[in-house]
């Protein structure tokens, strides 16, 4: 069924259900003209007509969802839709895609791959990850620390094959000198069924999480989402090390080995050709810590803007003043004057945009209730608000909702989990941001100005409303007031639903 259009598989589940056309029309008081329609295909239900009649047919939790996907690609077109797909995907699955080896507890010994003249030929996809990760570790004992890649970002994940253990303190990966380039599409969507740009974006994610830094991506365009002329050239990949190019076949799972010199070289020369010309650009800057992003955003965020936030928890720091950023930054924090002065020109640089859309989670909202912490800053640097310093916050949330511009709204858990691993950032200036936390590791933020992706994420936020997937402004701020007020009263907010 799952191939099925929308007005198929709902012709199917109505006969299933044993409705005629005149009895579903009568129990959901549609007019049977437009029931008609929608099974014919020549029209679609808006959104709170689907639903209700989702909800008179009788399916299974696996046939109402597919139902509801069918409708949104029927809504949306395919390439809309697939795109909404990888970024959902992207979202939910953040902690599984960054969820690597955190390291081991001492340094391994490295495999023994002596470097020999010639040539060697290692089979199997196992077996190329493993063998690339040893002669990494080898470059890396002999203090090389390049490592240049030309692999199909689409659909390989280059940290699965660089070392994840502890060295010195931190990632192995992150004493490196990693550069990649990534192929996009000129074509940003993909009909055939995936959306090639976010998914080369995914993937790219954990080297970024496990590197940092120390990893570059730059991109270049080419006519096709995929395939193409890579399948037919028996090697199309590679990976150039100090002492050795790898060259990887189209399915990774064969790689020869080159020692020659005069081989490297010449492969070092045509990628750096690529990479140093400017052939395409960044495709991701990476920032360490959050202030060093409020200092790039201070600096480039600028102008008439329209900006989208979809977040764990609400961005608190809008909505306090002077005073209470003043409280909000831990004492003894190094520079703390400064950082005042940056969250309050922050906070006027957001105010001042044309257009603010703010989407987060009850779950978040509820916990900065229960504990008073900005989920979105380093615990060493700030401290937890009062009740009544959060009361004030509140308030200010909800005196925002009214102002002109300002698209503030609650994620339907059941239409998207969304938890604090990764957060987006679109603004019409700068491109869009993806923020990466883990309580071990830290923040990770990857800023992305290639277009059509900051353009796909800014779609995604803006079709979240038309898509049913964000609370209505008058449910939006019966929970925001819910909160405030147990707060007022001097009550609990753990267990408020």
Not at 469 to 491: A, M, P, V
Request: some cysteine.
């Amino acid at each position: 069924m799952e191939n099925r259009r929308f007005h198929e598989l709902l012709e199917a589940h109505l006969r299933t259900s044993g409705y005629t056309n005149y009895e579903f029309a009568r129990i959901t008081g549609i007019n049977r003209v437009n029931i008609q329609r929608y099974l014919a295909g020549t029209r679609l239900p808006d959104p709170q007509i689907f639903e209700a009649i989702r909800r008179e047919l009788r399916l299974g939790v696996q046939e109402h969802r597919e139902l509801q996907e069918a409708y949104y690609r029927a809504m949306d077109g395919d390439d809309v839709y697939f795109m909404r797909c990888m970024i959902r995907r992207m979202l939910e699955e953040a902690g599984n895609i960054c969820g690597m080896e955190a390291g081991f507890g001492m340094t391994p010994e490295p495999p023994g791959q002596a470097s020999s003249p010639g040539m060697r030929t290692i089979n199997g996809v196992i077996a190329v990850e493993r063998y690339l990760w040893g002669a990494i570790w080898e470059n890396l004992s002999a203090g090389r620390k390049n490592a240049y890649f030309y692999v199909p970002a689409e659909s390989c994940i280059l940290a699965r094959m660089l070392p994840a253990f502890s060295l010195d303190g931190r990632s192995a990966m992150g004493h490196l000198n990693i550069v990649q380039l990534v192929r996009l599409s000129k074509r940003a969507e993909d009909s055939a069924g995936d959306y090639h740009n976010l998914r080369a974006v995914y993937n790219l994610i954990p080297t970024y999480y496990q590197a940092g830094a120390a990893y570059e991506t730059w991109y270049y365009y080419h006519d096709y989402p995929s395939g193409g002329r890579d399948e037919a050239v028996l090697y199309p990949y590679y990976g150039i090390l100090d002492d050795r190019v790898i060259l990887f076949s189209g399915n990774m799972d064969q790689a020869v080995v080159a020692y020659e010199p005069e081989v490297t070289d010449a492969y070092r020369r045509s990628f750096f050709k690529v990479y140093k010309n400017g052939w395409g650009g960044y495709l991701a800057k990476h920032f360490p810590d959050i202030f060093q992003v409020l200092d790039w955003l201070l600096e480039n965020d600028n102008g008439p803007v329209s900006r989208c936030f979809l977040e764990y928890q609400p961005c608190f720091i809008l909505w306090a003043d002077r005073e209470l950023v003043g409280h909000a930054i831990a004492p003894g924090v190094p520079g703390r004057s400064q950082m005042v002065d940056g969250i309050m020109k922050r906070r006027e640089q957001v105010a001042s945009g044309t257009e603010l859309i703010h989407y987060f989670t009850e779950d978040g909202l509820r916990e900065f209730a229960e504990n008073g912490r900005f989920a979105d800053y380093p615990e060493e640097y700030v401290r937890a608000l009062t009740r009544e310093e959060r009361v004030r916050i509140l308030d200010g949330m909800l005196e925002d909702m009214e102002r002109p511009g300002c698209d503030m709204g609650i994620v339907k858990e059941q239409s998207l989990h969304l938890t604090k691993m990764l957060n987006i950032f679109v603004s019409s200036a700068v491109g869009a941001s993806l923020v990466l936390y883990d309580p071990e590791q830290g923040f990770h933020q990857l800023l992305i100005r290639e277009s059509s992706i900051s353009r796909a994420f800014d779609a995604y936020i803006r079709g979240m409303r038309e898509h049913g997937e964000i609370y209505s402004k008058e449910e939006t701020e019966f929970i925001i007031r819910k909160y405030r007020d147990r707060l007022k009263d001097g009550g609990t907010v753990a267990g408020t639903h």
